[in-house]
């Protein structure tokens, strides 16, 4: 319980750090002054790299350091990567750097833009790496671990559920009252030190037994090598010719007729013996590891929808945030902190992602197809961008017409008498969609017909592999087809990253387009001058254009794996 304890002390700290980091928008605009499109590229960088990393922190924790590993490399990055950004803030380096200390633009050296750089990316890393594999530890630990339910329950709430809603209460409601961004960004790095130092203080009495069992990462490489390496060989039209290894234990799928030219990776070449081939794994690979291959590859239309959703997310913690920054936060005399607005949008996307699977399980009970009921799921959360986008472009018509009569546009310091809250309606839809669209891709792409295969199984299999101990637990868990469901999941966050990066060449040929005609650029160097309602509603119809290209795709996904599953099923019984 000490070490489960230690882990959750990061997922405390973590809370207060992300909630700083989602105003480095209004930091770097108001104490950098960055131009906005400037500005933005910065934080898109950041929250890209965020959702790239977890695909590499997870090949490397399968294949090298283990998940305590990769948990303790991300945990020193993360700290030193916010002990940096402390220090990028003016006032803490002024005395070593002889620069002033205000947070001014002309206070800002080079010093401080290299420690700003430099701890992005170290951030980046570290919360990806918490995220993703804080909870996996746990639950390894929890499975390693003989502990009564009864205990885990209340070490749960104590440790966990109680600490989380007191620093998040914090986060929101006390964090955003300190002015000065040293201290905004101080305290949540000083909490990550304390943190980052006891969960160090279990490295030298934990004992590491689950090591790394490869990644099935590897299965995708080795299938383009071999089938590469084989390249001028003639497939045989028998799939029976090509290798596969017929063992009960083993999973295997049935051959497919779909990118023949990866069978080329199980051809069994005459010259050698199958032993001499089968030893040398970069070269020979089975029909099952083809077939996981290829079920991959077939989901690249799908994930190229997701790019433009990337895209949309992009403009949460960007451009919301800086309107969110320029306008009025007092409701009556009291000033509420724009954080409560973040926090809004939190919830609803956690909400709408629970709501998201319970609707997909009731529709997939009813349409009897989990992909069909997880395609809806997805499209309505394409749905929800194009309405999130509307009401985007709504809302800052009304804040450009706000600027124009009270004589804002040049004063972009000044807050626009307009209420915060009227933004309320398009982050809590920025999080219903960003919700559904985390559910239903989730389970679009994860195939659990592997339970199916396993419940199936002879039941002398089914006794050795569930004999309730976590071991054996563990090697089920741990075996290539099952691992490789979570890292579909991955994928589809790295998908998003690389929509979040696209957010930024985005901005720059909608920009360049805008000028055609002698025409004055959407996005000029503050936000009052800027046109981003005319952005907003570009990037509804192109979301309307990406839902359409999605059906298109969805049905044909659909179409081509009920075939493959009929293949399948008449192989089983033995037809072809």
Known sequence: MATYGRVLVLAWADILAIYAMLLLMAYLTDVWRLELTHASTIVSVLWALFALFPLFQAFLADTLTGTYGMLVISTASFSAG????TMSTPPVLAHSTGSCSEYKPECIGYVQKVLLYTALPLIAFGI???????TTFITERINAEETDSEGNCCGRFVYGDLPRVILTVVAVLGLPYINPWSLRFGIPAICTLVATLLFFSTLCSYKNTLKPNGSPLTILFRVFVAALSKLFYRIPTDPKELFEIQNSQLYSVPHTMSLRCLDKAAILMPTKTVEEQANNRWRLCRVTEVEMTKSVLRLIP???TFILC?????????????QLNHMNPKVGSLKVPLVLIIWYHE????????????LITFLGLITGSK??????????????????????AAVESRRLGVVQRHGLVDKHDERVPMTMFWLLPQFILLGAFEGFLTSGANLFVVDLSWMQRFLEQPDELTE?????SPASLQRFIDQPHIVMQRYLGLFNSGISGIGVLGSILMVFVVGKISENGGKMNWFQHDLNRSRLDKYYWTLS?????????????AVFYRYKGNRLRDRETAAQRGEI
């Open 82 to 85: 916010l002990g940096l950004l």
């Open 128 to 134: 990806s790496g918490h995220v993703n594999f804080s």
């Open 302 to 304: 799908v994930w190229l």
């Open 310 to 322: 990337g895209v949309v997310k992009a403009v949460g913690f960007t451009y919301f945030i800086e």
């Open 347 to 358: 919830q609803a996307k956690l909400k709408f992602a629970q709501t998201c699977a319970v």
């Open 371 to 392: 992909k069909l009921a997880s395609s809806i799921g997805i499209a309505i959360s394409m749905i929800l961008a194009i309405l999130c986008c509307i009401t985007a």
């Open 464 to 468: 050795e592999l569930i004999d309730r």
């Open 541 to 553: 119809w192109l979301m309307a254009v990406n839902l359409v290209v999605f059906v298109v795709v």
